[in-house]
């Protein structure tokens, strides 16, 4: 399993027990071919061995030692390796390709998420808008059959009491 680090360039691979499958140049620590969990963890020829679960290696000689004790501990163990030019930029441009989807997704959801919110104020306007309109009309039959039903029934009372008096 790879680990993501921050610093470009390094990275951190566990191996678990058994076969690691590096083979490396001697003399130096470059890795020069990868098979068994090297293969499928990833690592890359043109690599070269840092650190192997937590001891600087210098020389070939050191990194097969501490991966002969390691394999012998029979846990997982870690090795850092630091990553040749061509690997960086390869790393550095999936990392921009992804930065840039993860932007332009962002981008797209808060452009739907505007377009929802002028969509959901624009319906609750509507909607407030047409309550008012219907309060509105409610008040004005009220008032407009309030006054109408008023005025007949007081002129008829005001001409019934105006004869008993005559």
Not at 31 to 43: D, F, K, M, N, P
Not at 110 to 128: F, Y
Request: glycine letters at 6%.
């Amino acid at each position: 399993m790879m680990d993501d680090n921050s610093l470009p360039g390094i990275t951190k691979v566990w191996f678990a027990m058994g076969a690691h499958g590096l083979q490396w140049k001697p003399g130096s620590t470059e890795i020069s071919g990868v098979s068994c969990q090297a293969r499928l963890l990833g690592i890359k020829e043109g690599w070269a061995i840092s650190m192997i679960n937590g001891v600087p290696i210098t020389e070939s000689h050191m990194a097969w030692n501490e991966l002969l004790k390691c394999k012998k501990a029979g846990q997982k163990y870690s090795i850092y390796f630091r990553k040749d030019e061509a690997s960086i930029r390869a790393d550095q441009i999936k990392a921009e390709a992804e930065r840039a989807k993860r932007q332009k997704a962002q981008d797209e959801a808060r452009k739907r998420e505007m377009a929802e919110r002028k969509i959901r104020e624009d319906a609750e306007k509507k909607r407030a808008d047409e309550q008012a309109a219907k309060k509105q009309e409610y008040w004005d039959k009220q008032n407009a059959g309030g006054v109408a039903a008023d005025v007949p029934e007081a002129a008829p009372a005001a001409a019934a009491a105006s004869p008993a008096e005559a």
